[in-house]
């Protein structure tokens, strides 16, 4: 395992270990033991530069079933992380764009499978852009790896529609989704926005935007600026996100897991794509 990230803007966090910087990171590219690994919303933003020896991991097409609404299994997930020459024992860093949505998303997958040391980059994608930081053009090829094949445990970090009672259940939207009402995004000036036919949020769920949690440039903000806007949760209660598909739930996930220390928090990746979807299930505006 290589050494943490000795930021002192990190050490606050319930799990500093989980960070690290932009710093720290371009000082070590290209180490024994170290990949790194892009995970975009927008796939094409790592042909036009990307962090020098990342590996691109599309969310769609690499760690979702393609048959299945679901995450890919046991099988291909080690096929996934053999193809890109990952080991078991590497450290990973993971990033993208959105403000780390997918980057978040995927370091999920990847705690589902139990990888040991999977951290993510502050800022992401364009933090990395706007330092001005090195970018290259080049795909690293990597000899084929022995990844073994893991179980996947959903239990400790995945909700399922079923599990949603007794929760204390957050939608990390922005507020005029969990609002449904309409967005500069919506076509015709309706409130016809994903691809759900209803638009609300689930009876009884907060509204705590995923955007609580960094500044403008990506980056997430300090311990006690985190605390307060979190302040209404329980961090001893069972607690479960959900977004549109997820993404932003991971990313509040990785805050109120990691940064906050909460005990027991989830990410329902059916998300408001299958409760809005669902034919008599309840939504509230």
Do not use: C
């Amino acid at each position: 395992m290589i050494e943490t990230d000795p930021n002192p803007s990190f050490q606050d966090y319930a799990v500093p270990s989980r960070m690290v910087s932009a710093p720290w990171l371009s000082a070590r590219l290209g180490i024994p033991g170290l990949r790194v690994i892009e995970v975009d919303e927008d796939n094409l933003l790592y042909d036009i530069g990307h962090i020098p020896t990342a590996t691109r991991i599309n969310f769609h097409t690499d760690l979702l079933d393609k048959l299945t609404r679901d995450i890919i299994g046991p099988e291909d997930f080690a096929a996934l992380m053999r193809s890109k020459g990952i080991h078991r024992d590497d450290t990973i860093v993971v990033y993208g764009d959105k403000n780390n949505w997918w980057a978040t998303y995927a370091l999920w997958v990847f705690e589902l499978y139990g990888h040991p040391d999977v951290r993510l980059l502050d800022g992401g994608r364009d933090a990395w852009m706007n330092e001005e930081r090195d970018t290259s053009y080049t795909v690293p090829e990597h000899p084929e790896s022995e990844y073994p094949v893991t179980e996947r445990d959903d239990a400790d970090h995945r909700a399922f529609v079923a599990e949603l009672g007794d929760a204390s259940l957050v939608d990390t939207r922005p507020t005029e989704e969990y609002q449904g009402i309409a967005t500069e995004f919506s076509p015709k000036g309706d409130s016809s926005y994903g691809t759900t036919i209803r638009h609300g949020h689930i009876p009884g769920a907060v509204n705590l935007p995923w955007s609580l949690a960094v500044h403008s440039n990506g980056a997430f903000r300090s311990r006690a600026s985190l605390d307060e806007a979190y302040a209404e949760l329980d961090p001893k209660k069972d607690t479960i996100l959900y977004s549109h598909l997820g993404s932003q739930a991971a990313h509040t996930w990785f805050v109120l897991k990691f940064l906050l220390g909460f005990e027991k928090v989830r990410n329902y990746d059916g998300s408001w794509a299958e409760w809005g979807n669902m034919i008599r299930m309840p939504i509230e505006r």
